[in-house]
T-cell receptor, first 113, second 116 residues
Framework: KAGVTQTPRYLIKTRGQQVTLSCSPISGHRSVSWYQQTPGQGLQFLFEYFSETQRNKGNFPGRFSGRQFSNSRSEMNVSTLELGDSALYLC????????????FGPGTRLTVT | AQTVTQSQPEMSVQEAETVTLSCTYDTSESNYYLFWYKQPPSRQMILVIRQEAYKQQNATENRFSVNFQKAAKSFSLKISDSQLGDTAMYFCAFTVNTGTASKLTFGTGTRLQVTL
């Protein structure tokens, strides 16, 4: 099976702009989670989607939003970008039953200038 | 709230030797899962090993094994016969058994360097 894919891999944006990141889960996986990774804050949970519904949300401002499509692909959007949003954004998918393990994509490196 | 603590920011081990990475966690839950993830310099996060809290037997995956001490809330990772490819950041992670997969809480990571 193909792994989790994320596009784009690298992105440079200017402060104030908005950005959309995309994630395609492993085939058959319906749960998709997003994490932000920074040197200062480490790995932080953003949100989780299952069957097109947000099931869990981390402690991030409303500028961070996401959605999931019927084919389980997910997008996250960050509006009004700030310098502090520069990070590696990781997407992970989970199998439909048991395990609770999450399988991660390669990430999108976002740089805000 | 759940917290995960990794007290060793960096460790070094020689090839073929054994190394143990420490992890402690804090939770009031009784049913949960613990994981070790590896993030090599290429950045792809890889699942190394998983432990269900209700299982007393320590999980093992080839050269990787854990020492799970539920009462002490400790979950250490032992890497035997270390290889150069084991060089990576290692993250301990925790999730509560809610019936469905949900968020992972990560530790701050341990950077492991395997040397010749």
């Amino acid at each position: 099976k193909a792994g989790v894919t994320q596009t784009p891999r690298y992105l440079i944006k200017t402060r104030g702009q908005q950005v959309t990141l995309s994630c395609s889960p492993i085939s058959g996986h319906r749960s998709v989670s997003w994490y932000q990774q920074t040197p200062g804050q480490g790995l932080q949970f953003l949100f989780e989607y299952f069957s097109e519904t947000q099931r869990n949300k981390g402690n991030f401002p409303g500028r961070f939003s996401g959605r999931q499509f019927s084919n389980s692909r997910s997008e996250m959007n960050v509006s009004t970008l700030e310098l502090g949003d520069s990070a590696l954004y990781l997407c992970a998918s989970s199998p439909p039953a048991g395990g609770y393990e999450q399988y991660f994509g390669p990430g999108t490196r976002l740089t805000v200038t | 709230a759940q917290t995960v603590t990794q007290s060793q920011p960096e460790m070094s081990v020689q090839e073929a030797e054994t190394v143990t990475l420490s992890c402690t966690y804090d939770t009031s839950e009784s049913n949960y899962y613990l994981f070790w993830y590896k993030q090599p310099p290429s950045r792809q996060m890889i699942l190394v090993i998983r432990q269900e809290a209700y299982k007393q037997q320590n999980a093992t995956e080839n050269r990787f094994s854990v020492n799970f001490q539920k009462a002490a809330k400790s979950f250490s990772l032992k890497i035997s016969d270390s290889q150069l490819g084991d060089t990576a950041m290692y993250f301990c992670a925790f999730t509560v058994n809610t019936g469905t997969a949900s968020k992972l809480t990560f530790g701050t990571g341990t950077r492991l360097q395997v040397t010749l």
